[in-house]
Structure formats: C-alpha cells, structure tokens
C-alpha cells in the first residue's frame, strides 16, 4: 500500500473525539448528502416531467405529420390521395412504430347550452387509441362498426357545452373561404381528459370517413331511375357533387349530357354505368344501375344500382410514430428520403409544437443551474473542512516533511480524505434522493394542480445512466475542487510545525 494511502485510512479511523474537524466533517457530509439528493430529485421529476408532457402532446399528433408538401402548420388538413406504397414504404422505415391516416378540420361544435370552437380530428380504423384509451374517463373510443356518426370530446367540452354520453352534438364547418358551411350531427360515445387543457380545448376524435366527407375532396354520385317502365322505357338521372365542382357525367350512352334525366328504352335486361370527373383530375366517382326482367310480367323490372365514391381515397395525411423520441432527427431524414419523391415532407412534432418544446428545453437549464449551486455549496463545505483538518495536523505534516515525504505526497494524503468524506456523502444522498423519487413514484405523495401544471401528481422518471454520470461527474469535480485547499500544505514549515509541537 501507497504512504499515502495508508496514512489517510489511519487518519479516517482516527476515533478522537477532542478534534474540532469531527462535527465539520459531519456538516459537510451531511451538506453533500442532502445537495446531491436535491439534484436527483431535480433531474428525475423534470425527466419525468419532460416525459409527461411530451407524450401528452404525442399523443394527440404523433411524432411526425406527413402530408402535401406545401402544406403548412394549419389545422385545415389539404387533401392527398391515399397511395398504398408510399403507406407501406412508410411503415417499413427503419425506427417507425406505427403508421396511421388522419385529417383535421376546424369548425364549432354547438349545443342547446353554448357554442365552442373545436378541432375535428377524423381517425380510421388503424388508428392507435392507447393514449386516449387511457385518459378517458367515460365512454368508450370511436368503434369501426358504429352505424351512427360518434364523436369523443374533452371533459373540458363536455362541461362548457353540457354534453354527456349519447347526446346530440352539432357541428358547424366552413369551407376555406368561410362562404359556405356545413352542418352535420354527432352522438357523444366517449370523454377524455388528458389534462393538456390547451389540446382538451381543442381535439375532438370522429370517423375519418365524416371528415372526408365534409370536406368533399373526392366526387361523390347517385344514380335514380324508374323502377316502373312505361311502353318498356324509363328515365335515368343523377346527381353528383364534391371536387372543384365542375363535374362532366359520361354515360354509357355517349348521346346522354349532363345529370339528365334521359330517357331509356329497356330491351329485357340492360345496364347503364356512369363516370363522374371534374377538371382538377380529381379520383373518379362510379355508378352502376341495372334492370333485369321479372318473370311474372313483360313489363316489371327488378332495378339494381352500385356506387363507388372517390371521398374514401383522399386523406389529410399520415401520422407516424417512432420507437425512440431522442432519434426524432435521423428518422425524419429517413421519412424524407422515402416521401420527397411523392411531393410529401415530413413534420416533426417539436416543429409544430414549437413553443410547448421549446419551454420543455428550457426546464434543462434550472436542472443545470441547481446541480451548479449545489456542487459548488459542497465544494466550499468540503473547502472549509479539509482546511481545518489540515490545521489540525500541521504537526503530522511537519513530521513527515522532516522524514522526507514530499510535498506532493503529503497532499494526496489530505485530498484522498476528502474523497473518501464525498463519496461517504453521495452514497448517503443518493439513498435519500433515490428514496424519496420512489416514494413519490410509488404512492403519488405530493400532488399537483393540472390547471396549472398540466399532471395531477409530481412525475418522476429514473434514468440509471444520468444517475451515474451526475454521482461521477460531482465526486470528480468535487475532489478536483479539493487540490486547492490542499494547496497549503506547501506552506507548513516542518521546522516550525515540530517546535509549535
């Protein structure tokens, strides 16, 4: 064993309780132990909080948006058709978790009590409801059977509006220009409440296949005709709509223009198909109408009719969700190399979350600043503890100065002390801040209000690795620290140290 070494160990099993440096020592490391349990109280609840939050708002809008490229940050989604490589090249991106269609539209939600302003988010089947499943407090989630249009509201909506499970919500919306809109009726099936009161607000969760159909993007088409033949001959017309509105009906007849209604001789069983298009290449609509002949009579026909909408092919967009949060950036380089050649870019949350993300990264920095007080209240504790210990020994110093230990030595003897008292101080504030996260993780002591905080009990988050870079990054500066106090053993003479004794 090292001189050095030995002689600190000795001086650590000193039991000499006339020496003043004794309850010193014990104040400083009990300083130790109580900085370092502040700053793993601090890391883990702001982790935790981090966490929380940033789920919350995951949650509500995944971690990336892909939609038309010149799309911007607004809640009025553009169309895009459907395109079912791009859906499955997007899934099979390396890091991606789940992919999901998606459109939103604005409008206001009104009630027999008040009116308020919401967001539509249409959602089909694919879509992940573990985050709303969790936060919901009645009701059920939106269900790909439903046979009425179901809508899931915030409890924030549901108290302003005074709305509960099955009623009737009315819901006005308005074309880009705000000239036209459209109304259309909901039942309540579900209510959430996530505590995120800016998104409570806000979201509320319907078919997809409603906001398709509310925006109109694809071209929609029905097909009527007699059902009775007169002298063996009926009339056929149609209606269409959606699109840009210019729509051109092709009949199979090519003499028949426009809706109609064109008459039709029937010669047993005959069918007539139509083709709806418009002038912005919008997916045509379909229809097919047919009549076959009874065997009861000449003159009686069986009509029988097909339609296939183009509403179902357009979408707001893809939502993507990845399995690791801290590789945000090299999955959207990833998304972007799949979508670019489509016209589609990639969004990433924190891009249209700005702000929510930005005060997050924020909560870092009061993190960094109670670590930096707190390690430099122990440097100065310990500062002022190992200084006495050295007055206190300025005749072992002289000693050994006298038997030929150099100075450097002499130093080490003093400073391995001192990180010997550190590492007695973080063992002992790390199990009291371990300690207290758990007591908060387990049982949810201290409780917030979610008005203002957005949780209703302080989060904790245990991350091993930060635990163990803040023990290891604080006992090395902490010992660094402790080179300068050291310092003074070069100005104890061994001459003078030996007489005063």
Not at 13 to 29: F, G, L, N, Y
Not at 248 to 277: C, E, R, Y
Not at 384 to 400: K, T
Not at 416 to 430: D, E, R
Request: net charge neutral; glycine share 8%; aromatic share 8%.
């Amino acid at each position: 064993m090292r001189i050095a070494s030995f002689i600190a160990q000795r001086i650590r099993r000193a039991d000499d309780k006339s020496r003043i440096s004794k309850p010193i020592v014990r104040i400083a490391t009990a300083g130790i132990a109580v900085g370092m349990a502040l700053m793993l109280l601090s890391l883990a609840i702001v982790s935790g909080f981090q966490e929380q939050i940033r789920n919350k708002v995951i949650g509500f809008g995944s971690h990336f948006q892909i939609n038309a490229i010149d799309r911007n940050y607004s809640r009025d989604s553009q169309r895009l058709l459907f395109n079912e490589d791009v859906y499955k090249q997007i899934k099979e991106t390396p890091g991606v978790k789940h992919v999901q269609l998606y459109a939103t539209k604005p409008g206001i939600i009104e009630s027999d009590e008040a009116m308020q302003g919401a967001i539509v988010k249409g959602v089909a089947a694919d879509y992940d409801w573990t985050f709303i499943r969790n936060a919901l407090k009645e009701g059920r989630v939106l269900q790909s059977d439903d046979s009425v249009s179901h809508i899931v509201i915030s409890r924030f909506i549901s108290e302003r509006m005074k709305l509960q499970l099955g009623d009737k919500a009315r819901m006005v919306f308005f074309d880009t220009q705000g000239d036209n809109h459209r109304q259309r009726s909901f039942r309540v099936c579900g209510i959430y409440d996530t505590g995120l009161e800016d998104f409570d607000k806000q979201f509320v969760f319907a078919d997809l296949k409603d906001v398709q159909k509310l925006y109109g993007w694809g071209l929609r088409v029905g097909v009527s005709a007699d059902s009775v033949a007169v002298n063996d001959s009926v009339s056929v017309y149609a209606l269409a709509s959606g699109g840009d509105g210019e729509i051109n009906f092709q009949w199979t007849d090519a003499s028949w223009v426009g809706p109609g209604p064109h008459k039709m001789k029937l010669t047993g069983d005959t069918a007539v198909q139509l083709i709806v298009s418009d002038l912005s290449e919008t997916k045509e609509a379909t229809a097919r109408i047919s009549w076959k002949k009874k065997l009861t009579g000449e003159a009686d026909y069986v009509v029988e009719s097909s339609i296939a909408n183009s509403d179902a092919d357009y979408i707001g967009g893809y939502e993507v969700n990845i399995h690791d949060f801290d590789n945000l950036a090299e999955n959207q380089e990833a998304l972007q190399a799949v979508v670019i050649s489509h016209f589609l870019q990639a969004q990433k949350i924190t891009d249209r979350n700005h702000d929510i993300f930005a005060w997050l990264e924020m909560l870092d920095i009061n993190v960094a600043i109670i670590i930096l007080l707190m390690i430099v209240v122990s440097i100065i504790n310990m500062t002022s503890a190992l200084l006495i210990i050295i007055l206190e020994r300025q005749s072992m110093i002289g000693v050994l100065k006298a038997m030929g230990i150099s100075d450097g030595a002499v130093m080490r003897i003093f400073v391995q002390n001192a990180g010997w008292i550190i590492g007695k101080g973080l063992l002992l504030g790390n199990a009291i801040g371990i300690g207290l996260a758990y007591a908060q993780w387990k049982w949810h002591l201290v409780t917030l209000d979610p008005k203002n905080y957005y949780i209703d009990t302080v989060p904790v988050k245990f991350d091993i690795w930060e635990m163990i870079a803040l023990d290891a990054g604080t006992l090395s500066v902490c010992v660094l620290a402790m080179i300068i106090p050291a310092l003074y053993v070069l100005k104890i003479s061994p001459i003078r140290a030996i007489r005063f004794n």
